[in-house]
């Protein structure tokens, strides 16, 4: 990862004086996508429904995300599935 790809979705916390850096969920989801080869297509499926269950992540930020992990094509009919 590089660029654009790993600066987007992060936020900096303050923790203990360091300061952490996380991706938020959708990110984290177009991620699970990106790497579905290593992970499996069943766990990248399974966060994307979860994320939308529990609403941790809107359908714009799913697709923003999946857009700059260049996933796409690959993430919009399990998008639209929902």
Excluded: H
């Amino acid at each position: 990862m590089s660029g654009l790809s790993l600066r987007f979705g992060v936020s900096e916390n303050p923790v203990a004086g360091f300061l952490l850096r996380v991706f938020n969920p959708a990110k984290t989801v177009a991620d699970g996508f990106k790497f579905r080869n290593k992970i499996g297509l069943d766990v990248a499926t399974q966060a994307l429904k979860e994320s939308r269950r529990l609403k941790k992540a809107s359908m714009d930020e799913l697709w923003a995300a999946a857009k700059v992990c260049r996933v796409a094509n690959v993430m919009g009919p399990y998008l639209e599935s929902l």
